[in-house]
Each structure stands twice: as C-alpha cells, then as structure tokens.
C-alpha cells in the first residue's frame, strides 16, 4: 500500500474533495507544508481533471511542486509568472516561456495534471485555451501530413531552422526526415513516407542517432504568443487607425512596434497588445474553467496581489509617461477583474481558521494532520520516537534519509527495509529515495513521514534517488568557411569551404584552404584527419603561412623543443613525487560515513569520481598531488572537506590555502558548519582576526589542537608549524605571488596535496597530461539549479530601479557591471540617486588590495545589497544570495566574459536573472553589431557558445601550465600544441607506446565517392568525412551507414561509393596494404588494380599460391625487395566488390 492509498481513507479529505465536486469556495483548516502537495495529488487523482495550486511566491511553488512530483507519479508543471520589466526587450532567454507553454499546454488538452503558479502569474492577460490548442501539434506513426506543411507550421510555432538540431526550440529537415526538439521534452526524428508518417523516434544530441522508437509526440509553440501573419496583420489594421488620434510622444513607440509586428512572430513587447490580438484575452484562471483551483494561505496571496497591482500600476504609469506604452492599453488585470475571473472550485488552504476577504465560503473543514518533532539528529531521540509509533503499530516512513539512521535503527532491534512509496509496510520504519521539505503525522491511518528536515543534524534540500549528470558541451566538429585551420605539414591557413573537382575522370570532395599570399590547397576529404581547427586563446586573426616555406618548420620545431622541455620537467616532478613515501590513510570511517551523509545536495557523477580518486590517492603510501579542475559551485569544497575528514580521522592535521581574505573566510564558514558536529577544531588566519587571537591560533596549530586550519598566505609565513600537517589543501594556486608558490614547493615534499582550480580545462590537454598529472575534472553542475532568465536590452534607469527592487524584496542581492575605472565613481553616484536607501558597494582593479578585499568580504556578509563592479568579478566568489546582475554597454564586453558574467548568479536555488543592456541611440561599430547580434542569439537559443567557451579555456591553460606557455598555444593552434605535448609525454614517460600510426592506404580508384551537397549540409560534411577515414572496421563503417540513414534518409550512389572505398581502406590497413591503384595496360587494354602491400607485410608466398589456384586468370602475385604486390584483373563495374572480396581473403589467410 502507498502513502495516497493511505491518506485517501481518510474521512476528513474524502468528505473534502467530495465537496468541491459541486462546485465553490471551501476552507480548509489545520494543513501546511508538505501536507499540501499530499492532498493535491489526491485531487488531480480523484477529480481526473488539471488543478491549479497558486502560492504567495515563486519559491513556494518551485517548493510544492517539488513535494508534488514525490508523492505522485501524474505530471506536474510550474508555471512562472512573466517578468514585468517596464521597459522594452530585444532578446530573452526561453527557459521560463518553454515551462509556461508546456503547462498551458496540457491544460488546454485537458490532461489530469497540477500546475503550480505564483499569485502574481494571475495578473497576467495570455492567450485563449483555443488558440494554443491551434497552435500545437501532434504527430503519432500512420498519421497524415504533408511534410511542407510540418515545416511550415513549425515556422509559424517559432521554432528555428538548423542544419543540424543541438537545443531546445530548433528544428532540421533532411529529406523525409524532420528533426525537432521541443523545449522541456525531448528531441524528436519524424521520418517520412510521402505524406505518411512512418516512424517517431527520440534520439540523442550528442551521436545524433535515434535511441528508442515513440508511440508519438505533442509539443506547443516556443512561445505563447507566436502569431500568424493574419493576427498581425489585425494588430497592425488597429495600429493604424489608432495612430491617427495619438500625441506625438508616443509615435516613435507606435512606429518601432508596427515594425515589429509586420516582421516578427513574435518578440517579448507583443504582450502589451493582447487586447489588439484577440478578442477576449483570458488569465490563467480561465484554463481551469473545467478544473479545480488550489490556494496556500489566500490572504496572503491576497496582500501579494494588492501590492504587485500597485507596483504594476506605476510601471504602466511611467511607460506612459516616457511614451513607451499606448494610451488605453491594459497589459495587466486588476486584483479585482482577477477576482471576478475566479469561477471554478477552490480549496483555500490554512493552517489556522481565518476569514477569506472577496470570497464567499461554501464551508469550512478541518484536517488531522500533525506536525512531526525535530529530532536534530539526535538518533537515540529518533529511535525512541519510532518505538512509541510502532508500537501504536504505525507505517513509518522516512524519506531521503541515509544509511547511518538505517544502521542505528537496526542496531535497536528497530524493523527497517528500504522500499518505494507504493509498498509501504505496517510497523516498519519504510526508508524510501527522494526528498521533501517537511514531514507530517496522520494519526488516524497511522501514518508518519518523516523528511531530512526532522532527522538530519541540519535542515538540508531535498535529495534525488539517483545522480544527476549533467551535460557537458562537446567540441564543435563542423568548420564553417572564414575559419582558420592548421594543417600538420603546411601550417594555419583558412578554410573558404568544400568544393567538388573531376581528377582523372573520379569526382571528390575536397576541402578548399586559402594560405598566404595567393596559395591555395585543395585537400581530399581522406586527409582530414590532418586538419584541425585553429584555437588560439586570442581575438587577433592567426599569421597565415606559406605553403613550402620553411616559416611553418621552424616555429613547430620552437614549439616541440618548449614543449620536450616542459613535459620533462613534470615527469620528473611526477617520478621524485612517486618515489617519495607518504602517509597511508586509513579506509574510511564511520564518521566519514556520517559527513558525507550530511551533504546537502545529490552528488554529479563528476563529483563522485573525484571524490572516489582523491580516497584512493590517500589511501596509497605516496603523496598525494592531485589537480581538481571545476567551475564555481561546481562541488570541489566538497571533496576537499571529505578529504579533511579523512585526514583528521588518521590524527593529521590539514591546512587550506586560499588566495583571498574573502575565500578564505567562505571555506571557513563551510568547514565550521559541516564539522560542527564532530570533535573537531576549525580555525583560520587572516586580515580578519586580530592580533591576539591569531597569536592563539598559532600557538595551538603549534600544539596540534587545531585540527584544520584555513587561511590566506599568512598560513605560509614562518611562524606557524604544524606537527601532523598530514593534508595541504591549496585554492587556486595560480593566484599567488612567487615566493609563496615557492614555499607551497617546500611544504608538498611530504603530505598530501590537493590542489583546486576553476580553470575549466579542456578533454584535449587533460589527455596530454594522463600518466604526468594527476587531474580531476568536474564539468557537471549540480542538480536543481534553475537556469538563469537573461535579457538584451536598451539601458533604462527604470530597468536598474525595477530590477534592484525585485531582488532585494526576495531577500538577494545584485551585481552591476560597469567595466570603465574612469566613469565608477559617477556611476555610483547615479546610482545612489536612483536607489537612495539601497547599500551600495563599489570595487574595481586599481583599489587597494585591503580595501578591495575589505568591500568584497563586506557584500558577502550582505553589509552591501548593491555591489557595482568592474569585470573583477567575472572569475570571483560563489555567492549563492546574489542572483542578479545588470551589465551596462555589454556590446562592449566579449561573449566569454558575458558568459562568466552570467555565471556568477544562479549558484543558489533562486531564479536569477542576467540583463545585458547597450546605451540608448548608440551608433554601433560593425563589430559591436555583430557582438550584440551573438549576445542575443546566445540568449534566445543557448546555443552557438560552445566556441566560445573552448576559447576561454584555452586563456585559462596557462594556469595548468603556465604562462609561458600561452605564445607557444597561440603559435600553432591548441590542438596540434596538445598532441605535440602528448607525443613528448609518451617518448619520455612510462605511459604504454600509443601503437605505431598504420601508414597511409594510399587509393587511387576511378569512382565518383563524395557526399552530394544536397544530402547534408556543408557542415556536417567534414565530420563524416573524419568518420569514415577514421573507420578502422568494415563494422565500423557499417555503423556509419547505419547512422546515416537514420539521420539523412537513403544513401545517395556516390555517398555508397564512398562508403565502399572506406570498407577497403579498414581491409587493407589491417592486412598491411599500402596502396592500392587502377590501371589500364597499354597494350591489351585490359583493366587491372594493384595492391602493394608494405614492407614485411602481407600473407606467406603458401597462402598466395592457393588464393592464386582459386581463380589464376583473375589474380596475380609478384614479391620483388620483400615487397608483395598483387595484381587484380577485373573492370570498373565490378571492380569494388572484385577488390573487396579479394581483401576478405587475404584477411581470412592472413589470420588462419
């Protein structure tokens, strides 16, 4: 039996939803937190029909749709409120429109579901039920639809066109194959029979490839007002009429959104004109006319709705006021025409007995719900509880809760099983995955949950039952024309596309490279492989080379002699530290068991396997030296905390270095909270302390009392001795001086280290430094955190105003960037203006280090709600309470930094939002254009970043190898530096020989092998290319095949050619061939192929003799220098399964 089998005999919540079945307004007493989430799934379930929950805030119903999607297995959507920013938008992020379209979605289908919503979403004026059931689609095998007019409604739906579909919201067309990826489900491929759907498939981003066959898909528009050309054609009809009467303010407004409307489906301002659109306009109590409506506290929902009203009314007034908004239009509802709109059924919810202002109650009801103690983690209190419930034969649940509670419990002769919330066992304590805010009691059916909040030693989040990996961003395979390249022999050049050419009557593929001057190369698609994108690091245009001149082999000669430098050096650190003998520690505890536990949050997959080689490393009688490369908030405190842990527990004590006053302030805040319930002292020196308690510390440091000590660089001074120093744990090592690095080098010879970096790093360099380097790397991020809402925007003061206040009304605090030291100060001031009782903060990169220090470590602490701020910040702290940052003229700032820019909100478990804004009537540059142009394609697809990204890592490489080495990077192109690198690493290192590069099949055939244009975009070409080159199997090959006609459709004869040719080069390169050719004889004219093989290669002269008895008119056999040769007489119809049954026999031979 489950929990909602349970809780639905009860009589107080029968006779409540029986009630509501006829319809009004009921109150319902003695019910909160989690409880609430109970009885809505006991709702959607009784009534078949979509409930809607609203909450005072969107953080109760981010909370009680969590608590929601535990209990039932029905679906549940969060519907956010639209931002209301009181100025215009260019761009905006989808994440929050995808969830609101998906919700409104299946509420228009009439699909049993709950749908939670803040108060403020009830103010907003959106589209009828009607026009988002028109505007979606469903797509299911046998059904009929013309594939023109799928593209073509897909369009009309505001989905983007792709070559190839890597996000949310992009659709791709390849013949009778039609990729789409709905935001918030998952990406689909239609296939095509004329105009019958044959197939639905999901398949995967990353390979491509369809995974599993879909009975079907249904997906709505991107956005909730996508509209057609006859809507905006009647807005613009209005328009018109309406410019006639209207004062000249507001023309320009009225001109710039005509505009719009006559180009745009759909852009972020269409909003304010849905009285324009449609007929009658509906709030979101109009989708649930054949539902039920939900309310937790609704006079507080209420007072939320009075307040935004207001705040919504002096928007609209100063947007009038500016000319940004037309006379008579009404974006937003009243709280009264709300409450006119408020018809179906209601269950308020209260904990307490309350009257319910606007609304007449058609009864009150009172629940026997119970609060549960907090036990703290006091396990005897725990289990004693237990006792007394088992005893009045309860079922006991407990959620999320961890193996030691399991192992106490035990230990008392407790029954406990670990089950799922469907198989529930009287007078058991039933230990059940997933998380929940709060427990509760239900004496009447004997049924108590118990959540971590009541159980754990400190509240924490609710955990998942299983890990979250995240995605990581993959290099980018395809090349774009106008890219730079580097090839192996001749050097960066830049590659201008792929262009066919007829060479001794064969027509191939080749790729088109411009170098300096006038040199051009046209290189065949099987020498790919020999072709890298360039990676610099820098924004400056590559040197161009020459082709055949000796520029190129002198500068990688350079880099190789840096490079056999460098890896020397590391292997030789790498062999003195493997040689050195360390602490052995011991398996983990109990205790280790017990902290681990306590963590907050599920673990990534990353995260774990850093965390599983940091033990191991510990556990081996060598040192420890070990990189661990992750984002901010990525989770590399918690491994160096379960790290200590581990030291502590062997008697070690364990010393954490970090760069800044700040930092280190952070981590000790972390430690001592974590610790706090173990015998454990956490202490740390800095600025922070005075002189007095520092000489404390010291002197117990000294005496080995302190068992973790954290501090900035005053840890390294000369004063301070620790006599079980057993772990050394260093934060950012890059960020210190020379000297101090050096001193860090004397206090490694003998503990354990771990160093810690926010460099991400790319896959290509931490291979080069396997075997050399002990990495580990966490790219995941953790689970639960929101994306963040980011919008393009002309700069407003009211912008600043409206978005400072929302922040700091949640209780958060803002960044705002302003990136020129010059103008700071009277930024600030203008600042102060406009938000005059607001704390403002101010750092920059010429201020002092103490005060700079001092003005960080004082907004942390949240003296300053308001921090305005150079780039300084853009690789700064974690600082979960900041979620927004305003950036002015961001057309000024790189994509990358953008990108770490919007990376310093949203660590938390707030939505956060990003603003990038430009200057109002600014002329741009053409490069600004372009910058701000990317800006907001990043920000309305996500996509197109991954470039980006890389190039950033690579500025970040010298923070793992050192600056010096960042020219040598910028001189040939990252890829070639990480494989030169890799190559030195393995003829000096112990690392097993990568087996010898198989020559070259050189083949010369007289087909037509190329992938027609038509087939695929340009590109995708050249990553099929490398495919099928690299294809060491004719399995392999079979694979791509396969691969291709799942995603392109049937293979094109020449593509089935090239296909052939690249089973023959897997054949012939296992079998040692090293050419094969065609030839005409001049004499008889009789066609014939050769097959060289090379040198010492190739079958014994017994076996060729009997593959020659087989068929002596067809084949013959030469060895000449103990070089084999054979000779295959065939024509050109036959001359590609003539040679590939050839290569199976010598393979067979070869291999008996």
């Not at 307040?307 to 000319?323: C, D, I, P, T, V």
């Not at 076996?1103 to 068929?1111: A, H, K, R, S, T």
Request: net charge negative; with cysteine.
């Amino acid at each position: 039996m489950g929990i909602r089998q349970i809780a639905s005999a009860n009589q107080g919540i029968a006779d409540v939803l029986s009630r509501l079945s006829s319809g009004g307004h009921y109150l319902v007493q003695g019910i909160s937190g989690s409880q609430r989430a109970l009885l809505a799934d006991l709702l959607v379930a009784s009534s078949g029909a979509p409930v809607l929950f609203v909450t005072d805030s969107l953080k109760d119903a981010m909370t009680l749709l969590a608590d929601y999607q535990f209990f039932s297995d029905g679906p549940g959507y969060l519907f956010p409120a639209r931002p209301t920013l009181g100025t215009e938008v260019d761009a905006e992020s989808h994440e929050l429109e995808s969830q609101r379209v998906i919700a409104l979605q299946q509420v228009a289908a009439a699909v049993p579901c709950l749908v939670v919503a803040p108060a403020t979403a009830l103010l907003e004026l959106l589209p009828p039920p009607e026009f988002l059931r028109e505007n979606s689609i469903s797509l299911a095998p046998g059904d009929e639809l013309p594939l023109e007019e799928l593209t073509a409604r897909l369009s009309l739906m505001g989905y983007q066109r792709a070559e190839r579909v890597d996000g949310p919201g992009q659709f791709s067309q390849r013949g009778e194959i039609v990729d789409i990826f709905p935001p918030g489900g998952e990406p689909c491929r239609v296939e095509y029979f004329d105009i019958l759907i044959e197939s639905v498939r999901s398949f995967d981003l990353s390979s491509q490839r369809s995974s599993k066959s879909l009975p079907g898909i249904s997906f709505g528009p991107i956005r909730l007002l996508t509209l057609n050309s006859e809507l905006r054609q009647r807005v613009l009809n209005k328009l018109a009429a309406r410019a006639k009467t209207l004062s000249p303010l507001f023309l320009p407004q009225l001109a710039q959104d005509q505009e719009r409307f006559a180009n745009l489906q759909s852009w972020p301002g269409a909003s304010h004109y849905m009285q324009y659109i449609f007929d009658r306009p509906c709030n979101l109590l109009d989708y649930f006319g054949g539902g039920s409506v939900m309310t937790a506290e609704t006079a507080a929902i209420l007072e939320h709705l009075d307040l935004h009203a207001g705040e919504l009314m002096e928007r609209h007034q100063s947007m009038l006021e500016k000319g940004k908004l037309l006379p008579g239009l009404q974006p937003w509802l009243s709280v009264e025409a709300v409450v006119d709109k408020w018809t179906p059924p209601t269950l308020h919810l209260a904990l307490l007995a309350r009257s319910v202002k606007h609304f007449r109650l058609n009864g009150t009801s009172s629940l026997s719900f119970r609060q549960v103690p907090n036990f703290y983690g006091q396990q005897q209190l725990i289990a004693d509880e237990i006792k007394a419930w088992l005893k009045r034969e309860a079922t006991v649940v407990a959620v999320g809760a961890g193996r030691q509670l399991a192992q106490s419990l035990k230990a008392q002769d407790i029954p406990v099983r670990d089950t799922d919330t469907d198989d529930l066992r009287q007078g058991s304590v039933n230990f059940v995955p997933g998380g929940l805010t709060a427990g509760f009691e239900l004496a009447e059916q004997g049924l108590v949950v118990l959540s971590l909040n009541e159980l754990a030693a400190r509240r924490r989040l609710a955990k998942k039952p299983r890990h979250q990996q995240g995605m990581s961003a993959g290099d980018l395979e395809s090349l774009t024309p106008g890219e730079y390249v580097v090839h192996f022999s001749h050097g960066i050049g830049q590659y201008l596309g792929i262009v066919v050419r007829e060479i001794a009557g064969a027509k191939r593929d080749y790729l088109y490279i411009k170098y300096a001057g006038k040199d051009r190369l046209y290189l065949p698609t099987d020498q790919v492989h020999l072709l890298q994108r360039y990676l610099g690091g820098d924004d400056k245009p590559p040197k161009l080379y020459a082709l055949g001149g000796g520029d190129w082999l002198r500068v990688k000669t350079k880099v190789r002699e840096s490079v056999q430098k460098l890896a020397f050096d590391l292997l030789e650190l790498y062999a003195a530290r493997q040689a050195a003998s360390g602490h052995v520690f011991a398996p983990d505890s109990p205790w280790q068991r017990e902290l681990e536990d306590s963590f907050a949050f599920q673990e990534t997959r990353d995260q774990l396997k850093a965390i599983e080689e940091v033990k191991r490393d510990m556990e081996l009688p060598r040192p420890m030296d070990r990189l661990l490369c992750g984002d901010v908030g990525y989770g590399k405190t918690e491994v160096a905390l379960r790290a200590a842990m581990k030291a502590v527990m062997d008697g070690k004590q364990v010393a954490i270095l970090a760069p800044t006053t700040i930092l280190a302030q952070q981590h000790y805040n972390t430690f001592r909270e974590r610790f706090s319930p173990f015998p454990v002292r956490v202490e740390v020196l800095s600025r922070l302390k005075t002189a007095a308690e520092q000489k404390e510390i010291v002197a117990a440091a000294a005496e080995g009392v302190v068992d973790i000590l954290i501090g900035t660089h005053r840890l390294l001074q000369k004063d301070i001795h620790l006599p079980n120093l057993g772990l050394l744990v260093v934060d950012e090592e890059q960020r210190f001086g020379v000297e101090h690095k050096e001193r860090i080098k004397q206090i490694k010879a003998n503990v354990d280290i771990l160093t810690m970096t926010a460099t991400p790093i790319p896959r290509t360099l931490h291979m080069a430094l396997l075997g050399i380097r002990d990495l580990s790397v966490i790219n995941t991020p953790p689970e639960g955190r929101f994306p963040v809402q980011t919008y393009v925007m002309e700069y407003s003061d009211q912008l600043v105003v409206s978005a400072v206040r929302r922040e700091l009304d949640r209780g958060g605090q803002v960044y705002v960037i302003f990136n020129r030291v010059q103008g700071i100060d009277a930024q600030a001031s203008r600042l102060r203006r406009l938000l005059p009782d607001v704390n403002i903060g101010v750092v920059h990169g010429q201020m002092a280090d103490t005060l700079l220090e001092r003005t960080m470590l004082e907004f942390y602490e949240g003296s300053y709600q308001v921090l305005l701020s150079t780039t300084i910040i853009e690789n700064g702290l974690d600082i979960p309470n900041v979620n927004t940052v305003i950036v002015y003229d961001s057309d000024r700032l790189g994509l990358s930094q953008l990108y770490q820019l919007r990376g310093r909100v949203g660590r938390g478990r707030k939505l956060a939002y990003a603003y990038f804004t430009y200057r109002k009537d600014k002329v741009l540059t053409e490069k600004s254009q372009k910058r701000l142009s990317a800006i907001k394609e990043f920000t309305e697809l996500g996509a197109g970043y991954k470039l980006s990204l890389r190039d950033m890592e690579i500025r970040g490489t010298g923070n793992i190898l050192g600056p010096e080495q960042h020219g040598h990077i910028a001189a040939v192109g990252f890829d070639l530096y990480c494989q030169l690198l890799e190559q030195q690493v393995r003829q000096l290192g112990d690392r097993p020989k990568e087996e010898a590069v198989e020559a070259e099949v050189s083949i010369e055939l007289p087909v037509d092998a190329y992938i027609p244009d038509a087939y695929m975009p340009e590109r995708e070409k050249i990553y099929v290319y490398r495919r099928i080159r690299d294809a060491k199997t004719v399995a392999a090959i079979d694979d791509i095949q396969d691969e291709l006609n799942d995603r392109f459709g049937n293979l094109p004869p020449p593509l089935e050619v090239l296909l052939d040719v690249g089973r023959i080069r897997a054949l012939a390169a296992g079998i040692g061939v090293e050419s094969i050719c065609w030839s005409v004889e001049q004499l008889t004219g009789k066609e014939k192929i050769g097959l060289s093989f090379r040198e010492g290669k190739g079958p014994p002269p017994s076996i060729m003799q009997e593959i020659w008895l087989v068929n002596p008119k067809k084949y013959d056999f030469r060895s000449r220098n103990n070089v084999l040769g054979v000779s295959l007489k065939t024509d050109k119809v036959n001359m590609l399964g003539d040679l590939e049954q050839l290569l199976h026999l010598l393979k067979t031979a070869i291999e008996e």
